[in-house]
């Protein structure tokens, strides 16, 4: 008899599809704003290059979603349902320049950090439908760049979110 794993909150099927970091990034790219709101600082969606990496853009930003561990967790004793608990990293890189020649942080780095922030925290259930049960902003960090690759300066920011979904094992 083979077995597979079905979504445990029955709304969505996408976790059973898509992998939690592009639910995730889709997400993300979503809601991000088109137009400029109350600050002026966050970029608009059309700046910003989702899923590419810095040295594969003509864009200044790139933000792009990766899992970077998975924990799961059996939670019922007759090994029906597991509970998954997916750390996944928003990485967010910014070239900066008028910041690089101050010697200062990003103004716009500190913004789109804020947003994510704010974002995440207030969206914490919007993924129910696509089969996630909430989601947790762990940390946010920014990494710092080598200072010998001064002329290629990108400001890099780290958020890790946890993704918390259930999935039951039924008989096919």
Same mark, same amino acid.
């Given at each position: 008899m083979s077995e597979k794993l079905e979504s445990g909150l029955g709304a969505?099927? #996408? $976790? &059973?599809? #898509?992998?939690?970091?592009?639910?995730? %990034?889709?997400? =993300?790219? #979503?809601?991000?704003?088109?137009?400029? %709101?109350?600050?002026?600082d966050l970029p608009v969606k059309d700046r910003i290059d989702f899923g590419a990496w810095p040295d594969r853009t003509n864009k200044t930003i790139t933000l792009r979603c990766y899992r970077v561990v998975t924990n799961v967790y059996d939670q019922d004793v007759g090994s029906h349902m597991y509970h998954f608990d997916i750390p996944v990293a928003v990485d967010i890189y910014l070239r900066d320049l008028k910041a690089i020649g101050a010697r200062q942080e990003s103004v716009r780095m500190i913004a789109i950090e804020n947003y /994510?922030?704010?974002? =995440?925290?207030?969206?914490? /259930?919007? /993924?129910? *439908?696509?089969?996630? #049960?909430? $989601? *947790? /902003?762990?940390?946010?960090?920014? $990494?710092? &760049?080598?200072? *010998? %690759? $001064?002329? &290629?300066?990108w400001f890099h920011l780290v958020v890790t979110v946890r993704m918390y979904y259930w999935m039951n094992r039924v008989p096919v």
């Open positions: 969505g099927l #996408d $976790i &059973e599809q #898509d992998s939690a970091s592009k639910i995730l %990034q889709d997400y =993300i790219k #979503d809601n991000w704003p088109d137009t400029v %709101q109350s600050n002026p /994510l922030r704010d974002f =995440i925290t207030l969206g914490r /259930l919007a /993924l129910r *439908d696509k089969g996630v #049960d909430h $989601i *947790d /902003l762990v940390n946010s960090e920014v $990494i710092p &760049e080598p200072p *010998d %690759q $001064i002329s &290629e300066v």
